[in-house]
């Protein structure tokens, strides 16, 4: 059974960095693609960043690009996203999740159950 355990959240004002972090255990494939997703009050989960096994192809939705760095650590079983120039419309609830192909993530096609997330709290 794999697991996803998110840390990292917190509340910061505009304009300041946030590093979360994601550890997968369990029964996780020989090698995959794991990215970051978020979801805001009232709204549907979304894409956020993307990362392949070998860190080679990265992917990120375009509210982020320029100020989201995801990054991943395979002897961890970790990955990372460095949050910095934070705005108010980046407050949500950040998840990560896995799949075997890179394209997978973006669509949200993913392997896991999701975990409880890390909530993110930006103020104005």
């Known amino acids: 059974q794999l697991q996803l355990v998110e840390s990292g959240g917190g509340l910061v004002q505009a304009g300041g960095s946030l590093r979360l972090s994601c550890a997968a255990s369990?029964?996780?494939?020989?090698?995959?693609?794991m990215g970051w997703f978020r979801q805001a009050p009232g709204k549907e989960r979304e894409f956020v960043a993307a990362?392949?096994?070998?860190?080679?192809?990265?992917y990120y939705a375009d509210s982020v690009k320029g100020r989201f760095t995801i990054s991943r650590d395979n002897a961890k079983n970790t990955v990372y996203l460095q949050m910095n120039s934070l705005k108010p419309e980046d407050t949500a609830v950040y998840y990560c999740?896995?799949?075997?192909?890179?394209?997978?993530?973006?669509?949200?096609?993913?392997?896991?159950?999701w975990g409880q997330g890390t909530q993110v709290t930006v103020s104005s």
């Open positions: 990362i392949s096994w070998s860190g080679g192809r990265i």
């Open positions: 369990g029964r996780t494939p020989s090698s995959y693609a």
């Open positions: 999740n896995l799949d075997g192909e890179f394209y997978n993530i973006k669509r949200m096609r993913v392997l896991s159950p």
